[in-house]
């Protein structure tokens, strides 16, 4: 059960590095790239971190937080698929959904 808690970390972490991969990719303005690549992701870690993390000082819980999973996991599979990787987008989001179902069901 500590491996899903670690993949769980594991897929946070790439989350992020989706985003700023597709951020850098998304457009030929240097300064729009920077903004993507490197505001988007800071900005989603810090969005987790006040609400989503373990720690959190906000915790969302519930609907709630179920949400701001979709969102933040959700916008990092759609930047793989959009960023011309749509197969690693599928084998994202469904290793982030079965992810969260054993975290259901394990109540971690």
Known sequence: MVINIA???ILEVCALAFLAYWGFQSSQDLLIRLLLGIGLPLFIAILWGVFGS???PIPFKGFHRLLL?????GLAALALFFSGKPTLAIVYATTVLVNRFLIYLWDQ
């Open 7 to 9: 993949l769980r970390f």
């Open 69 to 73: 999973e979709l969102l933040i996991f």
């Open 54 to 56: 373990p720690a959190a």
